[in-house]
């Protein structure tokens, strides 16, 4: 099938993927800024982005929003005429800061999960900068639209539908993801039925990317003849040589098999999904919490009294290549990456198999 391109307001994207935000600096400028260059939508993870800036031990908020501004800036001077997006989780301490210096620095889009953005639009405003929920259901997107229309008068201008195969934390119960409750395709129906009286009010369509689990052309076609105008797509990306992380750190991926990835409930309360390595089975075995002498302050659910780990820290380690000590987030189809390419080869293979898709 033809690929179309992804038309969100004034901003159209070439080609109809969103590289998934992947924090801790797993995707920084360097990955936002190559995607973006092919056409796709390159985004950065604004957690804990000043993890090696040399004040951020001492203060870490500072070092965030210094880091945030440099990369924002980087990316752009890699793609001066591509999109670039940053995702900020709503479950953040500092969600308004963040998005406020995104808005100052020109992004063109945020993207928000890991709650309900409800003050999202709020924060845009007087801007030309996109937003877009990330949404676990149809019931999820139906209440985002109700309540930006009413206090805010607006919709969202994409939303991303991430299903039970995405990697990092995820919108569902144990239940959900034990048993295969949820499918991504009857999601994404759902959602496009549910906003249907917001377009009709505002005039206008919402477009609505699909992921969690996409991999191949064939994944691609399949949501875009379903009424997807695209795809987010993470995990895939992790196995390029543009990807911020560490070398170590991506050789994890090509290592791990199928039965090596789990779901495991991370120190915030909620599930999320992950290589089972060094660090998760000793976490697995410790009867008491680990002392946490720092804490980031950095996600609202957490409480340093009671968490097991200090998920900051976990996930700091993991991107500087301290893989033993560190947390490795993964989509389901993480087994699958077996070699490191470029992310041009990456995505001119994903749309040369999409293309070959009957319509
Ligand atoms: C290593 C990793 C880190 C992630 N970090 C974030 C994050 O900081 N914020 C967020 O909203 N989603 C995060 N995600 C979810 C992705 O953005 C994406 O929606 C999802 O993983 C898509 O599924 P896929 O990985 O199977 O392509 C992360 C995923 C991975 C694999």
């Known amino acids: 099938m033809r690929i179309p391109s992804l038309v969100i307001g004034d901003l159209k994207a070439a080609i109809p993927i969103v590289q998934g ?3 801790v600096g797993i995707s920084r400028s360097g990955l936002a800024g190559a995607v973006a260059n092919c ?25 965030n929003q210094r880091a945030l501004r440099k990369h924002i800036r980087r990316a752009k001077e890699i793609s001066p005429n591509g999109i670039i997006g940053l995702n900020i989780m709503v479950a953040v301490n500092n969600y308004d800061a963040t998005a406020r210096i995104a808005v100052e620095e020109g992004i063109d889009l945020i993207i928000s999960g890991a709650g309900l953005p409800m003050s999202l639009p709020g924060l845009v405003e007087g801007s030309n900068t996109k937003i877009a929920p990330i949404v676990s259901s149809g019931k999820a997107a139906k209440v985002i639209c109700k309540m930006w229309d009413k206090k805010h008068n607006r919709i969202p201008d ?13 919108g569902y119960s144990l239940d959900d993801l034990n048993n295969d ?3 991504l395709a009857q999601i994404v129906i759902e959602v496009i039925e549910e906003i249907k009286p917001y377009e009709e009010k505002y005039g206008r369509k919402i477009p609505v990317v699909a992921g969690g689990g996409v991999y191949t052309g064939k994944d691609v076609a399949k949501y875009l003849k379903l009424g997807a105008a695209g795809v987010q797509i ?3 990306f992790i196995a390029t ?38 660090f998760m089975k000793n976490i697995k075995k410790k009867s008491e919490n680990e002392k946490i002498s720092r804490c980031y302050n950095c996600l609202k659910p957490c409480n340093p009294k009671d968490t097991p780990y200090c998920i900051s820290k976990a996930l700091i380690n993991s991107v500087n290549g301290n893989v033993d000590q560190g947390l490795l987030f993964t989509g389901s189809n993480g087994y699958r990456l077996n070699k490191i390419v470029k992310v041009k080869d990456l995505i001119d293979e994903i749309i040369t198999e999409c293309e070959k898709e009957a319509e």
């Open 21 to 23: 935000g992947m924090g």
């Open 181 to 183: 409750n949820k499918d």
């Open 241 to 278: 040589e543009e990807c911020d992380a560490d070398i170590k750190y991506k050789m994890e991926y090509l290592k791990c098999k199928k039965e090596d990835i789990e779901i495991v409930v991370s120190p915030v309360g909620m599930p999320g999904r992950a290589i089972k390595n060094v």
């Open 39 to 63: 056409g796709g939508i390159g985004v950065i993870s604004s957690v804990q982005i000043g993890f090696d800036d040399p004040d951020f031990e001492k203060n870490s908020e500072a070092a």
């Open 158 to 170: 994409l939303i991303v539908v991430e299903g039970p195969e995405a990697g990092g934390h995820l």
């Open 234 to 236: 993470a995990t895939r």
